[in-house]
C-alpha cells in the first residue's frame, strides 16, 4: 500500500462545507424522505470559492551521455534534446479572503515558476506565491492584477468534527470535470499517517483522486473543515481512505499570510517529546501506554521556565486529551501567539497544573550564504543554527553551529551526498561555529578533507581524498 499526494490533474471544489455546529442534533435518517434529501444547495455554495491551481516549471533536459567527451564529440551539444522544457501539473485550491487569497498543497506549487488560479466560471488569473510551509504541505497564493472581490469559503472548527459525520468533496478527478463525491468522516487526529512534520489528519472516506490536492473538505453546514492531501491506494485511485489537513491548522497558516509573514509563526516549547510505549506505562503504573513523555527540555525555553521537567507525562493541553506526541505538537502549534497554553502533566503519580507561554523561537543572525570554492561544500547553502531554524528543520534546539538548508543538484555537495538539515561540525580539525568559517575552510586548498557532522541525531565522521 502507498501513500499518494495528488495534485496532477485535478481540482476538489469542496466548497463551503462545515461539517454540524457545535450543539447540532446528529441522528440517523429516520424515513424514505429524510435519505432522499439533496446536497445541492450545499454544493451550490460552496463551489464558486474552489479553484484549479495550474503550477508550471522550466526543467533542464539532461541526457546521461553528455557527461562523457566521447558521446558529446560524436553527437554534438546536447545530443539533440532541447535544451529546456516546461513542466506542469493541476491541483486544486480554496479562496479564503475576498481579496484573492487561495490556500492550496505547497507540493502542489512548489518548484513552480508559474502559476495560474482558474476559478468555477473558467476565468483564470496569473497568482503569487505569499507564503510556503512545508512542515504542514500547505501554500497561500494571492490572485494578481484584479480589484474584484471574490466568493470566499467559511471557516469551520476541525475540532468539532467526530466519527460519523457527513463530509463532501468537490473536485475534477482524472480531468473528467467537476465531480462531487459525499462519505463521512472516517477518523480523527491520525497521527500516524507520515505526510507533514505535523500528523494530525482527518481521514474520510469521500472519493478523493489524482488532482483534489489543495481542495476543500466540507461538512454539510457550507463550511471548510480540512484541506485534501493524499489518500492510501494500492491502485493509485480512491480506496475510501483519504487524508485532510484540519482546517484549524489551516487558520495558523493563514493568519501568517494575512499579516504579512513570509514564514510562519508558530509558538515554540522548547522541549523534545517521546511517545509512551507499553514498557514505559508499566514502569509508571499507567493504565495504557498514552501521553508525552517529557525526554528533555531546552534551556531558557518557554518549557523551562513554565517548570517543566524531564520525565513529565503531558495528558492534556487547554482541557483537551493528548495521547501521544503528535497530538500534542498539533494542539501546541494552533494555538494564538501572544497568549498562555494550560498543559496537564502527570508527575511521580499527580496531575500538576504547567501554564506555558506561547512565544516563537528566538532567532540570530543567519548569515546564509552558498559556498562556491571548490571543495566537498561547492553548491550547499548554509547557515548559522538558531533556535527558530532548530524548530524549523526539527533539530535539536541545544545544538549550535553551522547547518546546510539546500543543495544544488549537479554540484559537489550534491554528489556526496550531504542534506538539508546537515549539522557541520569540525573540518580538518577545525570547529565549524558559524557559516564564515566554512566558507573560509572551503577555500583553502587540500588534498585531504576529514568531516564530522551530525545527521538524525548521529554524528558521523568522514575522510575524502588522500
Known amino acids: 500500500m502507498r501513500l499518494v499526494r495528488w495534485f496532477t490533474l485535478i481540482v476538489p471544489a469542496v466548497a463551503l462545507g462545515a461539517f454540524p455546529a ?37 526543467v533542464e533536459n539532461r541526457n546521461p551521455f553528455m557527461d562523457d567527451p566521447f558521446f558529446r564529440r560524436f553527437f554534438g551539444g546536447e545530443g539533440g534534446l532541447p535544451r ?28 513552480a515558476d508559474e502559476v495560474k488560479v482558474a476559478l468555477a466560471d473558467k476565468r483564470e488569473f496569473e497568482a503569487e506565491i505569499v507564503l510556503k510551509d512545508a512542515r504542514t504541505d500547505l501554500a497561500v497564493l ?28 468537490i473536485g475534477n478527478p482524472f480531468a473528467v470535470g467537476q465531480t462531487v463525491t459525499h462519505g ?35 461538512d454539510l453546514g457550507g463550511r471548510l473543515v480540512g484541506i485534501n492531501t493524499a489518500i492510501f491506494s494500492r491502485s493509485g485511485g480512491s480506496q475510501g481512505i483519504g487524508f485532510a489537513i484540519p482546517v484549524n491548522m489551516v487558520r495558523v497558516v493563514v493568519a501568517s499570510a494575512l499579516g504579512g509573514g513570509k514564514s510562519v509563526k508558530r509558538p515554540w516549547l522548547g522541549a523534545k517529546l517521546q511517545a509512551v510505549t507499553p514498557e514505559i506505562a508499566e514502569s509508571m503504573s499507567l493504565k495504557r501506554p498514552a501521553g508525552a513523555l517529557v525526554a528533555s527540555v531546552t534551556g531558557n525555553s518557554p518549557a523551562a521556565k513554565a517548570g517543566l521537567r524531564t520525565g513529565d507525562l503531558i495528558v492534556g493541553i487547554d482541557n483537551q486529551p493528548v495521547d501521544d506526541p503528535n497530538t500534542f505538537e498539533y494542539r501546541f502549534a494552533t494555538k494564538a501567539l501572544g497568549g498562555q497554553a494550560q498543559v496537564q502533566v502527570m508527575r511521580s503519580g499527580k496531575e500538576v497544573p504547567v501554564t506555558i507561554a506561547l512565544q516563537t523561537a528566538p532567532d540570530l543572525p543567519r548569515d546564509e550564504l552558498t559556498i562556491a570554492s571548490i571543495s566537498p561544500f561547492q553548491g550547499a547553502k548554509v547557515s548559522n543554527l538558531s533556535p527558530a531554524l532548530a524548530e524549523e528543520l526539527r533539530l535539536d534546539a541545544n545544538l549550535q553551529g553551522v547547518v546546510i538548508l539546500d543543495v544544488q543538484v549537479g554540484t559537489p555537495a550534491q554528489r556526496l551526498g550531504f542534506q538539508r538539515g546537515d549539522l557541520i561540525n569540525t573540518v580538518n580539525s577545525e570547529k565549524i561555529g558559524k557559516t564564515l568559517d566554512l566558507e573560509r575552510i572551503s577555500g583553502q586548498s587540500s588534498r585531504v578533507w576529514r568531516i564530522t557532522l551530525t545527521r538524525d541525531g548521529r554524528q558521523r565522521s568522514v575522510t575524502l581524498g588522500g
Request: proline content about 5%; charged content about 20%.
Open 22 to 58: 457545535a450543539g447540532q442534533e446528529r441522528r440517523v435518517p429516520t424515513s424514505p424522505n429524510e435519505v432522499r434529501l439533496s446536497y445541492a444547495p450545499v454544493v451550490q455554495k460552496a463551489t464558486p470559492a474552489v479553484v484549479n491551481v495550474y503550477a508550471a516549471k522550466v
Open 84 to 111: 529546456e522544457r516546461k513542466q506542469s501539473s493541476l491541483g486544486s485550491g480554496v479562496i479564503v479572503d475576498a481579496g484573492g487569497l487561495v490556500v492550496t498543497n505547497n507540493h502542489v506549487i512548489e518548484g
Open 142 to 169: 494571492r490572485i494578481k492584477d484584479s480589484h474584484e472581490r471574490f466568493p470566499v469559503i467559511e471557516l469551520g472548527d476541525s475540532d468539532g468534527l467526530q466519527v460519523g459525520d457527513l463530509v463532501l468533496a
Open 184 to 218: 463521512i468522516v472516517s477518523a480523527v487526529a491520525r497521527t500516524q499517517v507520515g505526510i507533514t512534520d505535523y500528523q494530525f489528519f482527518i481521514q474520510t472516506d469521500a472519493a478523493i483522486n489524482p488532482g483534489n490536492s489543495g481542495g476543500a473538505l466540507v
